[in-house]
C-alpha cells in the first residue's frame, strides 16, 4: 500500500525514490568494516525487515525502538520500520538497562530492534535483529503514513526533567530537509558524506543519513570518532563532506598542516553544529586547508537545523549565522512579547550585546515538531511560534549569537542532560545528603557534567564511588566528569536550590 493520491510520500520514499532513480550507486558505507549497500540494495533491505516486523506485529503507529550504533543495521532498521508504518523510537545502544526500561515504558514500544538477540528487555518486548537476507521475497511493506503522521519520536531532557519525546512527524523532518537542500553549497548526488555523528541524534539523522538520501549522495558512516583514524577514513574514502561537531574539528586542528590537508584533500565543505566552536580552531584549520567549517544551531524540536551561516557563505565567528529559508526567527521577552532589536545597517560596530537587547529565541516554520508525547504538549502555540529557552541577540547584520540557555539545561557533545535526572540518580546512594549538578565548560565536549555533593554526616564515600553508580544507571554523557564535595549547598530563601551559584 502507497501513500494516498494526492498526499507526499513520507520519509521512507527518500530511500524509494534513491533506488528508483539510482539503483547501482553507493548508499551506505561502514569505514570499520567496509561494508556498503547501494540504494538498491539497501531498499532491498530495508523491505525485508518491513516484511519481519509486521510478522513480529508491528502495525500503522506502533513505535519500534532501535537500539543500534552508526553503521547499515540501523540504515536499513530505520527505512524498513517506515516501511511498516512504525513511529521509530532511535536509542543509544549503550544506554543502561534502567534508563532503557524507563524509555521502552514512556514511548510504549513494544519491539526493539538490535543486533543481539540475547539481551534482556523488559517483560512484553520482543526483539527483531538486525540483518537477515535481503531478498527473502514475499509482498512488499509499505503503510504509507505521510504529513502530520509521526515518524520519529526522538527522546531528549527538557526544562521539566526526563523522558521527553520529541514527536517529529513526516512533515516536520522533510520540511528540513528542503530548508536546507535550499542552501548555497548543499550536498549533491556526487557527494561522499562522513556521518560520525550518531544516527541516532537528529543532527545525524537528519543533515546526515537522511540529506543523504534525499539527494542520491554516498553516507561514509564512522561508529565512533577517533581523530587520525578518521583523518584515514576522510583519505581513504575520498569524502567531500563532513558533518560534525566542535569536538571533532578541536581535534582536528591539532593536527598539523600537512597532516590535515592530507586528509581532507577531497573535502569540499565542512559544516559545524551543537554546541559553539572556538573562533581558533575555525582559523587554525582555514589556514591548514583553506577550507572553511560553517556553523549551525539547532534544537530536536526543529528537526533539526534551524540557522546557519551558510546562509551567507561566510563563517563569522562567535554566530550561529542566519535562518534557514522557510523559517522565522525573533527575539521575545519571557511572556512572549516581540523583544525589539535594533538593527542599524550604517553602523560600523558590527556586533552589539548592551543589556536589554537579548531574548529569547523563538522559531515558526513548517519544520517544527508536533509537541512532546504522547500528548503533544508544549509544542508551537497557535500562531505557530516555539519559544526555545535559548538566550540569544542579532548583530547589525541579522546574524544570530547565543549567549546563554534560560534554564539549567546542560549540553554534551550535542546531547541534553538534564541536572535533575543525574542528582536523583546520585541522590540513590546512602551517603549522600544532597547533590547539585551544573555544567562546566570542556574543550572537548563543549560542556561537561560537574556533580557537587553533601556527603551524609559520617559517611565515607569517593568520587570513584559516585561515578561507577552514574555509570550503571545513565547513558555516558549523562555521568559527571567532576564530583566535588561540600558541606552545603546553596539555596534561595524558599529553600529552592540555586544552581547558577554553583557555575
Given at each position: 500500500m502507497s501513500a494516498p493520491e494526492g498526499t507526499q510520500p513520507g520519509v521512507g520514499g527518500l530511500l524509494t525514490r534513491a533506488?528508483?532513480?539510482?539503483?547501482?550507486?553507493?548508499?551506505?558505507?561502514?569505514?570499520?568494516?567496509?561494508?556498503?549497500?547501494?540504494?538498491?540494495?539497501?531498499?532491498?533491505?530495508?523491505?525485508a525487515l518491513a516484511r519481519r516486523l509486521v510478522a513480529a506485529g508491528v502495525g500503522p503507529g506502533d513505535r519500534v525502538a532501535l537500539r543500534l550504533p552508526t553503521s547499515v543495521d540501523f540504515v536499513v532498521a530505520f527505512f524498513g520500520a517506515l516501511r511498516a508504518g512504525a513511529v521509530v523510537v532511535p536509542l543509544s545502544p549503550q544506554v543502561?538497562?534502567?534508563?532503557?526500561?524507563?524509555?521502552?515504558?514512556?514511548?510504549?514500544?513494544?519491539?526493539?530492534?538490535?543486533?543481539?538477540?540475547?539481551?534482556?528487555?523488559?517483560?512484553?518486548?520482543?526483539?527483531?535483529?538486525?540483518?537477515?537476507?535481503?531478498?527473502?521475497?514475499?509482498?512488499?511493506?509499505?503503510?504509507?503514513?505521510?504529513?502530520?503522521?509521526?515518524?520519529?519520536?526522538?527522546?531528549?531532557?527538557?526544562?521539566?526533567?526526563?523522558?521527553?519525546?520529541?514527536?517529529?512527524?513526516?512533515?516536520?523532518l522533510l520540511a528540513n530537509l528542503e530548508q536546507i537542500s535550499a542552501l548555497e553549497g548543499a550536498l549533491e548526488q556526487d557527494d561522499r558524506v562522513l556521518i560520525t555523528i550518531p544516527l541516532f541524534h537528529v543532527y545525524g539523522l537528519g543533515p546526515g543519513l537522511l540529506q543523504a538520501t534525499a539527494v542520491g549522495a554516498t553516507a561514509v558512516l564512522s561508529e565512533r570518532f577517533e581523530a587520525q583514524r578518521t583523518l584515514d577514513d576522510c583519505a581513504e574514502h575520498r569524502v567531500t563532506s563532513i558533518t560534525g561537531v566542535p569536538t571533532m574539528y578541536g581535534e582536528f586542528a591539532a593536527f598539523g598542516a600537512d597532516e590535515l590537508r592530507r586528509g581532507l584533500a577531497t573535502v569540499r565543505?565542512?559544516?559545524?553544529?551543537?554546541?559553539?566552536?572556538?573562533?581558533?580552531?575555525?582559523?587554525?584549520?582555514?589556514?591548514?586547508?583553506?577550507?572553511?567549517?560553517?556553523?549551525?544551531?539547532?534544537?530536536?524540536?526543529?528537526?533539526?537545523?534551524?540557522?546557519?551561516?551558510?546562509?551567507?557563505?561566510?563563517?563569522?565567528?562567535?554566530?550561529?549565522?542566519?535562518?534557514?529559508?522557510?523559517?522565522?526567527?525573533?527575539?521575545?521577552?519571557?511572556?512572549?512579547?516581540?523583544?525589539?532589536?535594533?538593527?542599524?545597517?550604517?553602523?560600523?560596530?558590527?556586533?552589539?550585546?548592551?543589556?536589554?537587547?537579548?531574548?529569547?529565541?523563538?522559531?515558526?516554520?513548517?519544520?517544527?515538531?508536533?509537541?512532546?508525547?504522547?500528548?503533544?504538549?508544549?509544542?508551537?502555540?497557535?500562531?505557530?511560534?516555539?519559544?526555545?529557552?535559548?538566550?540569544?541577540?542579532?548583530?547589525?547584520?541579522?546574524?544570530?549569537?547565543?549567549?546563554?540557555?534560560?534554564?539549567?539545561?546542560?549540553?554534551?557533545?550535542?546531547?541534553?542532560?538534564?541536572?535533575?535526572?543525574?542528582?536523583?540518580?546520585?541522590?540513590?546512594?546512602?551517603?549522600?545528603?544532597?547533590?547539585?549538578?551544573?555544567?562546566?565548560?570542556?574543550?572537548?565536549?563543549?560542556?561537561?557534567?560537574k556533580a557537587v555533593v553533601v556527603p551524609a554526616a559520617g559517611a565515607s564515600l569517593s568520587e570513584q564511588q559516585v561515578v561507577d553508580h552514574c555509570a550503571a544507571h545513565l547513558a555516558g554523557y549523562k555521568v559527571p566528569h567532576l564530583v566535588e564535595f561540600a558541606e552545603s549547598l546553596p539555596h534561595s530563601a524558599t529553600g529552592k536550590l540555586r544552581r547558577v551559584r554553583l557555575r
Open positions: 533506488a528508483a532513480t539510482w539503483p547501482e550507486h553507493p548508499a551506505v558505507l561502514e569505514t570499520g568494516t567496509g561494508r556498503g549497500l547501494t540504494y538498491r540494495e539497501a531498499d532491498a533491505a530495508a523491505q543502561p538497562g534502567p534508563e532503557l526500561e524507563k524509555l521502552l515504558a514512556h514511548s510504549g514500544a513494544k519491539v526493539v530492534v538490535q543486533r543481539d538477540a540475547e539481551d534482556d528487555l523488559p517483560d512484553g518486548v520482543s526483539v527483531v535483529t538486525s540483518g537477515g537476507d535481503p531478498d527473502g521475497g514475499g509482498e512488499p511493506a509499505d503503510a504509507g503514513r505521510s504529513g502530520e503522521d509521526i515518524a520519529v519520536i526522538s527522546y531528549t531532557s527538557g526544562t521539566t526533567g526526563p523522558p521527553r519525546g520529541v514527536m517529529l512527524s513526516h512533515r516536520a565543505r565542512m559544516t559545524s553544529g551543537a554546541a559553539p566552536l572556538h573562533p581558533k580552531v575555525l582559523t587554525a584549520i582555514r589556514e591548514a586547508t583553506g577550507l572553511d567549517v560553517y556553523e549551525g544551531y539547532g534544537l530536536t524540536e526543529c528537526a533539526p537545523v534551524v540557522t546557519s551561516t551558510l546562509v551567507t557563505g561566510y563563517p563569522k565567528p562567535g554566530s550561529v549565522g542566519r535562518p534557514l529559508p522557510g523559517i522565522e526567527l525573533r527575539l521575545v521577552d519571557s511572556d512572549g512579547t516581540d523583544q525589539a532589536v535594533p538593527l542599524d545597517p550604517d553602523d560600523v560596530d558590527d556586533v552589539f550585546e548592551a543589556e536589554g537587547e537579548t531574548g529569547l529565541v523563538s522559531i515558526r516554520g513548517a519544520n517544527l515538531f508536533s509537541g512532546y508525547w504522547p500528548d503533544g504538549d508544549h509544542g508551537p502555540d497557535d500562531e505557530g511560534w516555539f519559544r526555545t529557552g535559548d538566550v540569544g541577540y542579532l548583530d547589525t547584520d541579522g546574524d544570530l549569537h547565543l549567549v546563554d540557555r534560560a534554564n539549567d539545561l546542560i549540553i554534551v557533545n550535542g546531547f541534553n542532560v538534564f541536572p535533575r535526572e543525574v542528582e536523583e540518580v546520585i541522590g540513590q546512594l546512602a551517603e549522600v545528603a544532597e547533590a547539585a549538578v551544573v555544567g562546566v565548560v570542556d574543550e572537548r565536549s563543549g560542556e561537561a557534567v
